[in-house]
């Protein structure tokens, strides 16, 4: 039984994506979400193994669901294995 | 901007919810998702701040999705405020 996941770097890009389409700034995001700019930042651009509790408070920044962020990482894994015939 | 969020206490009981109902032992699943049995017992029971990765081997172990696991952290979050006026 194994199912393929997203990892958290498609996460972080997921966040990046829902933020813009919200029209939020970093800074208002890392404000919503109790967290450093900085850190919002390496997240968007590069990942960071958060925890459930800490990706609770970016999706609660976002006025979502971690189901609703855990769903658009997903997608964001999809775009990346799009055309390509990938096992993982 | 606000939506409350499922705890990771609800992700545990998320966790054993999908577990039996796939009719997978404890044992199964901690073999599928690369962790040790005691550390499994401890998230069913009492939750744990999973990281992405950690989340991601437990999906995968259960052959499903991190959103559908989210998503029935939800559901537990729901049953817990069922009938209650709890605004969290």
Redesign the interface.
């Known amino acids: 039984?194994?199912?393929?996941?997203?990892?958290?770097v498609h996460?972080g890009r997921a966040v990046r994506r829902m933020r813009q389409a919200?029209d939020m700034t970093m800074e208002e995001l890392a404000d919503?979400a109790g967290m450093h700019l900085t850190y919002l930042s390496d997240i968007e651009l590069y990942g960071r193994?958060?925890?459930?509790?800490k990706?609770?408070?970016l999706?609660?920044?976002?006025?979502?669901?971690?189901?609703?962020?855990?769903?658009s990482?997903?997608d964001e894994r999809r775009r990346d294995h799009d055309g390509e015939a990938v096992q993982s």
């Open positions: 039984v194994s199912a393929p996941q997203a990892t958290y996460l919200r919503a193994n958060l925890t459930w509790d990706i609770a408070g999706a609660r920044g976002l006025g979502t669901t971690i189901s609703a962020l855990a769903a990482a997903e």
